[in-house]
């Protein structure tokens, strides 16, 4: 089973940045497709972005493309979301995700970490 602990969260201004972290244990980070994923109160959790396990594909929701960006380091056991010209919309929770398949679908993944809070004021 592989555990993710997501980190980098916080409170923000609009237009300011981020870099939210998650690290794996527990299994072959190179192997797994990891991704991020936001929810908001009431919400289902949202697809934000997915890298496949080399980091040669990757994409992003339509509405976060040219402010998100989605990257790992395999020696790290690292994925990263650089989160940059922060919108109050874009608060909510954050979580990390691993699995098998290169997809955007929630239910794709079979790993979840415990999710980080990100907070963008106005």
């Known amino acids: 089973q592989v555990q993710l602990v997501e980190s980098g969260g916080g409170t923000v201004q609009a237009g300011d940045s981020l870099r939210l972290s998650c690290t794996a244990s527990?299994?072959?980070?190179?192997?797994?497709?990891m991704a991020w994923f936001c929810q908001t109160p009431g919400k289902e959790r949202e697809f934000v972005a997915v890298?496949?396990?080399?980091?040669?594909?990757?994409t992003n929701v339509d509405s976060m493309k040219g402010r998100f960006t989605i990257s790992r380091d395999n020696d790290k056991n690292t994925v990263y979301l650089q989160m940059n010209n922060l919108e109050p919309e874009d608060t909510a929770v954050y979580y990390c995700?691993?699995?098998?398949?290169?997809?955007?679908?929630?239910?794709?993944?079979?790993?979840w970490g415990h999710g980080t809070q990100v907070t963008v004021s106005s």
């Open positions: 890298i496949s396990g080399s980091g040669a594909s990757a």
């Open positions: 527990g299994g072959t980070f190179s192997s797994l497709v």
């Open positions: 995700a691993a699995g098998g398949k290169f997809a955007v679908s929630a239910g794709s993944f079979t790993s």
